[in-house]
């Protein structure tokens, strides 16, 4: 949750974006600009010390567990794969319902269950 608050900042834009007054606006961008600047590298110092404790933990648990690592680095490969594979089936669906909803017209309920498997 902490990682997510400090990568994302999709809302300041659009905060910024339905700004009417232009003065504001640019000192608003400033502000954002800093305050980006701030959060990315909280971010990635935290990425940073995070990864330096998982490789010790690894580390370790791979000196005591000798006989393990052949099975952890499968199923670490077994789990990357997995990874980039769910999403992209995932991320597929929704986009057949709506195309199927397109062409027919009439097909406004398929078009809506598209749109619910994309909240999914």
């Known amino acids: ?4 608050k400090l990568a994302l900042s999709e809302a300041n834009f659009l ?8 003065d504001t606006t640019l000192e608003k961008l400033k502000k954002l600009k800093i305050n980006l600047k701030i959060r990315l590298i909280i971010f990635f110092l935290l990425i940073f010390i995070l990864m330096i404790f998982f490789w010790i933990f690894v580390s ?5 567990f000798i006989n393990t690592q052949i099975i952890l680095i499968e199923d670490t490969l077994l789990s ?19 195309i199927y909803a397109l062409r027919n017209k009439d097909k406004k ?6 749109k ?3 909240l999914i």
Request: net charge positive.
């Open 109 to 114: 309920c398929v078009y809506s269950i598209g």
């Open 1 to 4: 949750m902490i990682l997510r």
């Open 15 to 22: 905060e910024i974006k339905n700004e009417k007054n232009m």
């Open 80 to 98: 990357f794969v997995l990874s980039m594979i769910y999403p992209f089936g995932l991320n597929l669906i929704p986009p057949i319902f709506r």
């Open 116 to 118: 619910i498997i994309t």
């Open 60 to 64: 370790c648990f791979c000196s005591i």
